[in-house]
């Protein structure tokens, strides 16, 4: 099974010559079923629209099928980001325990969920480092205070963090406890550099469920 996937101007961007190399005895399935799963990471984008191509043949005879399909990738419309000198490629919610990116904001207690920012640059580099701060803060819909960290990268003040690291993934989690909440949980991240003027404050609201 090959797969290839390719952007609307037709360039490939992924590209997986077969995901079932290992099966060098064969298979004994009847009826024969056959899978695959794609995780849409870089070089795939927010806003994106992409083509996936699906080859399969025969390796013991002439059989042969091809299937393709168009996709999206949805971008979360309920996160605002005000950059400031800097540029960034995602901003977007993880659920640990489902495993996957939240577009909806509807999350679950006793899970843990990341805020994620990747591709973030215009920091000021020194020695391959950089020096940033990271603040998250939240609160609930009567204006509880949940969430109230200044700086979660207070350890790095004096070694500072390597840019390929900090440019590939910056991230905060926490974990909301219980079983009633005052709906929604507002939330703010920041990250700033403690070198420069560059930021990035990320905004969103998300509901317990």
Not at 21 to 50: H, I, Q
Not at 53 to 79: A, L, Q, R
Not at 86 to 105: A, C, H, L, R
Request: charged content about 30%; aromatic content about 10%.
């Amino acid at each position: 099974m090959e797969i290839i996937i390719r952007e609307k101007e037709g360039d490939t961007l992924m590209k997986a010559d077969d995901l079932y190399e290992g099966y060098t005895e064969g298979m004994n399935y009847s009826p024969l079923k056959l899978t695959a799963d794609l995780t849409v990471a870089t070089p795939l984008r927010s806003k994106g629209k992409y083509t996936m191509i699906i080859n399969i043949s025969d390796k013991k005879g002439d059989g042969t099928f091809t299937t393709s399909f168009d996709f999206d990738v949805i971008e979360n419309e309920n996160i605002m980001v005000k950059p400031s000198n800097v540029t960034y490629d995602e901003v977007y919610i993880f659920s640990q325990g489902k495993n996957k990116v939240i577009t909806d904001n509807k999350i679950d207690f006793e899970d843990n969920i990341y805020v994620i920012i990747e591709g973030l640059k215009g920091f000021r580099e020194e020695n391959g480092n950089v020096f940033p701060g990271l603040e998250m803060k939240a609160v609930d819909a009567r204006n509880n205070l949940v969430l109230d960290y200044d700086d979660l990268f207070t350890e790095y003040n004096e070694t500072g963090i390597a840019v390929s690291d900090f440019t590939s993934r910056v991230s905060a989690h926490f974990k909301i406890t219980g079983t009633f909440f005052n709906n929604p949980l507002h939330c703010e991240l920041k990250v700033w550099d403690k070198k420069s003027n560059a930021a990035i404050a990320v905004t969103t609201d998300m509901n317990l469920k």
